[in-house]
């Protein structure tokens, strides 16, 4: 069973281009979750995704960034006109359903490397 | 609000010998804690998780947690370090309101002498 997919590992961007950041959760998950890393610091929540639908957006920057899961293919994180302070490693989780139980375990993928020149 | 705090960037040890690694927690009720490390260009990997079952905690490769509430501590210990124990830690807790959504420390970089 493969694992958190997430591509590309490595993306550079010039600032104002977009960012497009891809993430296949592992078979049989349905959650998927964005974290962004900053240099020097844990990771921060971001965003928590069903299929088509936005569970919890709030910590989201308002402006220039989105994501969606639709119901066929990958999650997409997309940050439009890029800044420098966006360079950080993004990295997604998923999690399966089981029950009622809203916490599952978070298994994670091996993150995107932004670098915005 | 929660938050956890990890007391050490920066962690050496020699092969063989006990690792500790701190993490203090602030939570107004009793959390879910959990560890995680994450090795080079590698996803982060599920230690191990506290649930307000028992409150010493084992988990992979070894390593394992006891939760002090009295400390408000959940310390990371394993006897004997290994090399490939050398990767960045991470202590998590959840929110309270929301439990997907997780709370990471600042990390602790474990380097391990051979």
């Known amino acids: 069973n493969a694992g958190v997919m997430q591509n590309p590992r490595h993306l550079v961007r010039r600032r104002g281009q977009e960012a497009r950041l891809r993430c296949s959760p592992m078979?049989?998950?349905?959650?998927v979750y964005w974290y962004r890393q900053l240099p020097e610091e844990g990771l921060k929540f971001m965003v928590y995704?069903?299929?088509?639908?936005?569970?919890?957006e709030s910590g989201m920057p308002k402006e220039r960034f989105s994501a969606e899961f639709p119901k066929e293919g990958p999650s997409i994180l997309r940050i439009q006109q890029v800044v420098r302070g966006d360079s950080a490693a993004y990295f997604c989780?998923?999690?399966?359903?089981?029950?009622?139980?809203?916490?599952?375990?978070?298994?994670f993928g091996p993150g995107t490397r932004l670098t915005v020149l | 609000a929660q938050s956890v705090t990890q007391l050490d960037s920066h962690v050496s040890v020699s092969e063989g010998t006990p690792v500790l690694l701190r993490c203090n927690y602030s939570?107004?009720?009793?959390?879910?804690l959990f560890w995680y490390v994450q090795h080079p260009n590698k996803g982060l990997q599920l230690l191990l998780k506290?649930?307000?079952?028992?409150?010493l905690v084992k988990g992979i490769n070894g390593f394992e947690a006891e939760f002090k509430k009295s400390e408000t501590s959940f310390h990371l210990t394993k006897p004997s370090a290994h090399m490939s124990d050398a990767a960045e830690y991470f202590c998590?807790?959840?929110?309270?309101?929301?439990?997907?959504?997780?709370?990471f420390g600042s990390g602790t970089r474990l380097l391990v002498r051979p």
């Open positions: 989780a998923s999690s399966p359903i089981q029950g009622q139980r809203l916490y599952n375990e978070q298994f």
């Open positions: 078979k049989g998950h349905s959650h």
């Open positions: 995704l069903q299929k088509e639908n936005i569970i919890d």
């Open positions: 939570s107004s009720y009793s959390p879910s």
């Open positions: 506290y649930t307000s079952a028992a409150t």
């Open positions: 998590v807790v959840s929110d309270r309101d929301s439990s997907y959504k997780l709370i």
